[in-house]
T-cell receptor
Framework: ELKVEQNPLFLSMQEGKNYTIYCNYSTTSDRLYWYRQDPGKSLESLFVLLSNGAVKQEGRLMASLDTKARLSTLHITAAVHDLSATYFC??????????????FGKGTKLTVNP | DAGVIQSPRHEVTEMGQEVTLRCKPI?????LFWYRQTMMRGLELLIY????????DSGMPEDRFSAKMPNASFSTLKIQPSEPRDSAVYFC?????????????FGPGTRLLVL
């Protein structure tokens, strides 16, 4: 059974600081996703990482994937208050036929303080 | 595109009542997923369909839950009878398929409260 672990689960940081969220998973996969969820809202896709060594950046967020280590990171640079949200990683358990079944981590609740 | 559409957005019902949640996926997407989100258990996959066919319903908690996808543009998740522990946010998501750089697109969710 695929397990996905995120840490930390809660992160409080000051504006302007850098930090990294980690996502470890237990079985082989080469597709990993990061989502953002604001309170009371739905999940919004941030990044799709499709291969070992993949790196994607959008604004102050950068995500990477190391399939050999079964590890993805979401790095936050110079945090701002607008980044406060819960961030989920999800790993693809792609089965025969190409259907995309995802297993989600528990999420990291990020609070950026002024 | 309007995105994934779910209805109702909020539902309050009493224990024992039947609840039906509805989802319209993005046109052209061939996979549809139903998730449940609670504080205690996080985001759980209940069931997913590929080309309207249920592929994996191992996440459906018990026989009180059932899901159908009669055509490519509509799916329902039914709870009968409902119980207070079913209170959660239920998300529907759709996926276009293939090996593209696509992801699952989530609907706004249905917030269910069973009293």
């Amino acid at each position: 059974e695929l397990k996905v672990e995120q840490n930390p689960l809660f992160l409080s940081m000051q504006e302007g600081k850098n930090y990294t969220i980690y996502c470890n998973y237990s079985t082989t996969s080469d597709r990993l996703y990061w989502y953002r969820q604001d309170p009371g809202k739905s999940l919004e896709s941030l990044f799709v990482l499709l291969s070992n060594g993949a790196v994607k950046q959008e604004g102050r967020l950068m995500a990477s994937l190391d399939t050999k280590a079964r590890l993805s990171t979401l790095h936050i640079t110079a945090a701002v208050h607008d980044l406060s949200a819960t961030y989920f990683c999800a790993v693809d358990t792609r089965t025969w036929g190409g259907s995309e079944k995802l297993v989600f981590g528990k999420g990291t609740k990020l609070t950026v303080n002024p | 595109d309007a995105g994934v559409i779910q209805s109702p957005r909020h539902e309050v019902t009493e224990m024992g009542q039947e609840v039906t949640l509805r989802c319209k996926p993005i046109s052209g997407h061939n996979s549809l997923f139903w998730y449940r989100q609670t504080m205690m258990r996080g985001l759980e996959l209940l069931i997913y369909f590929n080309n309207n066919v249920p592929i994996d319903d191992s996440g459906m908690p018990e026989d009180r839950f059932s899901a159908k996808m009669p055509n490519a543009s509509f799916s329902t998740l039914k709870i009968q009878p409902s119980e207070p522990r079913d209170s959660a946010v239920y998300f529907c998501a759709s996926f276009p398929g293939g090996t593209s750089q696509e992801t699952q697109y989530f609907g706004p969710g249905t917030r269910l409260l069973v009293l």
